[in-house]
């Protein structure tokens, strides 16, 4: 990986800094949500403390509560007319249930009891206080009166009043008495002009085994217009209240959720998924306080019934809203529980809030974002400049054994990489020596080691011409041998010496690079022995301007490497083909493979990896592949070996370009 790139993984750490924001706007988010919603509570309080002031004719217990009603109801004894109200019937104990409705023609009542005993006779029979029965008790203001609900046989009936003279109530009450297996229904109608402010039901089972249900006397409970005057005045704007009994009956309302004005600053659907799913806290995911319903029996009206404060957040059912929610007891001042308050709010401000401060966030950090990112791609770029110039610097050194022309690139920065460079300046100039040194050893070794082989060579000869016995021509014989092969030594170096000096100072010609391989190819198929000599040329001319007797001279030394690793039965190729503007020689061999740390360094100075051929009169110094190097490198190019894709052997490669063509002087 390059350094941009690991500079750019790091610049990825700043995308920390949107999260962080993100975990700030939701923290936002929830206390906003948290004072709107304290504010609210104490708005609540408020009110309620307002309603006890003004003395609002609140309920002081439960009761039987009248829902209102706009269709009317035929009294036959059957629930059709009541399918609306059925999910709201009242408990008349465990054995069965009341619904009570009100229109304009009068106040109904549907009994519904549970009695598998068929023990049944009609109210005026003598036993009929010891059958099945239901006493109704009538109440209005401070009068009572208890009616014998009755009958026989399905059909209408006629109730009559228990308590005589005690009441203004009418003696008699008529309504429909239907039976089933598992009981059997009363419904009756009731008109307005009883003015009636309680009700109490009692049943009585003819088993003896069931206890009977006590007809204790509650008050009639129902919305209330009054009430909601009352709220209406006391409520704040935009809120929506409504008024629960102590059983949390609907008994007022008043205000509305939907504030007006609002629409042209609703957020749009993108940024509410976004407040929903990525900043605002979870939402209570019933939704009790939106509906229309007589009876709120949710967990958060409980809680309110239970004395303790009830806040909801739901989401509203206008888009973009959020509902919040309020439920606080209305407990007067002796402490007696009148009721709940429920006050509603529908907001658009705490999502939209969070959403601009959400976005301003989001194009903060986006902006720190890019510039960082900016910054160190630019700050990578640079860097990974400067160290490629350091790079090309350390290849060119090396390239030319060490010695590097000029000053050394960074060599006056102030910061670490210059000093590397000032460090990679003394290292090339101390390899730069070490190799001058090493260049001339040669020359130096040859020169000295003239004369002291030329003594021992002259002392040897000196004792040829004494007489040594026969014993000692042997030894004498083998001293010779030795000086010889010291000789061909010295004189190798001394070559090695002279053709550094002769590449250097070669004439360049224009000539053809093809003859030039032909020529050489038919020269070393003798010298090839029974190795085959393959030879790949190319159809048309390669002409090239350089010197053809250096180039004739890499292929021989080139040749002669193959040849001294090619095995008897295998192959050496000699090839040529152009590359872009390089001509490419080649010559392959089959034979043992290089080795991967040595291939790169095959063309250094002194570098052999030749085992003992068995050749007594054949030293390798390893500077043939050094000269090969050289030559390449006077045409402008460059040597190196490989081995070969099919593992049978290794290629040694010189690209050319020629050498530089020198301007005529005026």
Known sequence: MTLRRKLLLVALCTLVLPLVGLLYVRKMESLLRKGQAQAMVASAHALVRSLLVVGAPLPTSGGWFVQHIDTPITVDGYADDWGPLTPWAQSVDDRGSLMLARNASGLYLFIKIRDTTRTRSDADAPGAMRADHVLLTLARDGERQRYLVA???????????????????????????????????????????????????????????????????????????????????????????????????????????????????????????????????????????????????????????????????????????????????VIDAKGVLRGVLVLDQSSLAVPLLANRALFALLLSSLGVLLLAGLVLFGFATRLSMRLGRLRDAAEQAQAHEGRYPGQFPLHGDSDELGDLARSFARLTQAVGGYTEYLRALASRLSHELNTPLAIVKSSLDNLDHAGLPESALPYLQRARDGVARMGMLVRAMSEASRMERAIAAAEAEDFDLVEVMR???????????????????????????????????????????????????????????????????????????????????????????????????????GLGLYVVR?????????????????????????????????????
């Open 630 to 666: 050289l030559i390449a490198e006077r045409h402008q190019g460059r040597a190196s070996a490989r081995n070969l894709r099919d593992g049978e052997g290794v290629a040694f490669t010189l690209h050319l370009r020629g050498m530089p063509r020198e301007r005529l002087s005026s």
């Open 151 to 329: 009958s026989a046989a399905p059909g209408t009936f006629v109730a009559p009043a228990l308590d005589t003279g005690v009441s203004d109530l009418p003696a008699q009450l008529k309504g429909t008495w239907q039976d089933d297996g598992s009981g059997y229904r009363i419904e009756m109608h009731l008109p307005h002009a009883l003015g009636l402010t309680g009700l109490g039901v009692g049943v009585h089972d003819a088993d003896p085994t069931v206890a009977d249900v006590p007809g204790t006397v509650r008050p009639l409970l129902s919305y209330s217009p009054f009430l909601a005057s009352e709220l209406a005045q006391l409520a704040p704007a935009g809120v929506q209240a409504r008024l629960l009994g102590p059983k949390a009956w609907l008994l007022a309302r008043a205000g509305t959720l939907r504030t007006s004005g609002q629409d042209r600053h609703r957020p749009g659907w993108l940024a509410y998924t976004i407040y929903r799913l990525l900043i605002a806290a979870p939402f209570d995911t019933a939704e009790p306080w939106t509906q229309d319903a007589p009876r709120l029996d949710t967990p958060q009206v409980r809680k309110a019934l239970a004395g303790q404060d009830a806040v909801t957040w739901t989401l509203g059912q206008q888009r973009g809203s959020v509902l919040l929610s309020v439920a606080v007891p």
């Open 519 to 621: 020529g050489c190819a038919e020269g070393y198929r003798t010298l090839a022995g029974p190795r085959r000599i393959k030879l790949q040329l190319p159809m048309q001319p390669v002409p090239l301007h350089g010197a053809p007797e250096l180039v004739a001279q890499a292929l021989d030394k080139l040749f002669a490497n193959a040849l001294s690793f090619t095995p008897e039965d295998g192959w050496i190729r000699l090839g040529l083909h152009l590359e872009g503007d390089d001509a490419v020689l080649e010559v392959a061999n089959r034979g043992p493979l290089l080795t991967g740390a040595m291939q790169d360094r095959l063309f250094d100075s002194l570098v052999s990896l030749r085992e003992d051929s068995g050749h007594a009169d054949a030293p390798h110094l």
